[in-house]
């Protein structure tokens, strides 16, 4: 590291602010649509359907893309230099970019973040020196925490990185490597109770009252896991017993890599009880890898905003930006810009499913489409007490169905209107 950059680095230090020039982000609806560095349509005190929209949104931001991203891929080396990171794995840069990061939390306004372990502390030659080093960072993060009120959504462990884990963590075929990561998930859940966050046996141990979360990832990395899709995952927790322990965490662009829309994992996991948090980002499916960008579109936003009211919030979960900025967005600024510009999409997806949910119509259309299920032969075969024989005696009095037009284009053209 050049002289001038350790000379940066330390006025950074000693003058504690990483981000000059910037301020608080401000809502100002009034905006121009140039003007990128404020919020105009997230308003985290305003009031939809009776809770704020903060507690709606319940927006985090995450550590490993936001803080240990450099813009690297498989083709190209890191394009992002910041300030106030020298790039080393020492305990006073991580320090360094642990400040950092709760500054640019306050300035953003967001009240959560989520990090994994080897993200936040570098890892030491034995695991008795990793978790010093993990214990010596959360001590700080603890501290930063009560100083900003900032709190932490979920931790997770970094199970995957470390050449140890070549052949996977707590599936992998040595049991040397498989304790190792055990040890590492123990350190984890205590980390987590120890920084509050919003893991089964030792869960009960220790006392900590957080919520397990599984994320389906169908090609991470790049071929056909067991845990898919939602429905994959729910399945595989109901047979082994697990279905009250675990609630899923939901990210749409694995969603759309296991080739559904955007929105039907998180109404699949809602629809049975089970949706606890999403890691909100976005994808290009054509490309077949997870590209974690910022969501910007305002559809899917509205769509999965109306799942959300629809289960009365997310609640201790929230919406994660497991979202890095392209490896061409290189200045600090666009940090800002990207999570702005993404929290601004899903307020206008609360908004947008708010007026929805308010007027009805589209729950009426639903309801008229359905409305056969609701008393006789229909209505027994939703409590299933409809034998085939009883379905065979009804059509033989009643003969043929009716042809009745599903009206796709009609449901697509009402959802615009609210867009």
Known sequence: MSAAKKAKLADRGAHNEFFPGISKIQYKPDAAPTDVMCFRYYNPEEVVLGHSMKDWLRF???????????????????????P?????ETM?????????????????????????????????????????????????????MDETGVKLLWNTCNLFSNPRYMNGALTNPDAHVVAYAAAQVKKGLEIGKKLGAENFAYKEKIGFKGQFLIEPKPKEPTRHQYDYDAMTVIGFLKHF?????????????????????????????SAFGMLGSVDSNTGSPDLGWDTDQFPMDISYATQAMKVIIDQNGLQPGGLNFDAKVRRESTDVQD???????????????????AKIVEDG????????????????????????????????????????????????EKYEAVLNRYL
């Open 335 to 353: 940090m800002f810009i990207a999570h702005i510009g993404a929290m601004d999409t899903f307020a206008r997806g609360l908004r947008n499913a």
């Open 84 to 88: 106030w990171d020298d790039g080393s």
């Open 60 to 82: 985090s931001v995450c550590f490993w893309h936001t803080f240990r991203g450099v813009g690297s891929d498989p083709f190209g080396f890191g394009t992002i230099e910041r």
């Open 92 to 144: 006073e840069n991580a320090k360094q970019r642990m400040r950092a990061a709760f500054e640019f939390f306050t300035k953003l306004g967001v009240e959560y973040w989520t990090f994994h372990d080897r993200d936040i502390a570098p890892e030491g030659k034995t695991l008795a020196e990793t978790n010093r080093n993990l214990d010596e960072m959360t001590d700080l993060a603890k501290q930063l």
């Open 361 to 408: 119509y589209m729950q009426k259309m639903l309801d008229d489409r359905y409305a056969t299920f609701t008393s006789g032969l229909g209505l027994k075969i939703v409590k299933g007490q409809a034998s085939l024989e009883e379905c065979e005696k009804f059509i033989s009095q009643a003969g043929n169905p009716k042809k009745t037009s599903g009206q796709q």
């Open 241 to 269: 017993g697990l279905a009250d322990d675990f609630k899923l965490n939901i990210e749409p662009n694995h969603t759309t890599l296991a080739g559904h829309q955007y929105h039907h994992d998180i109404m699949m996991a």
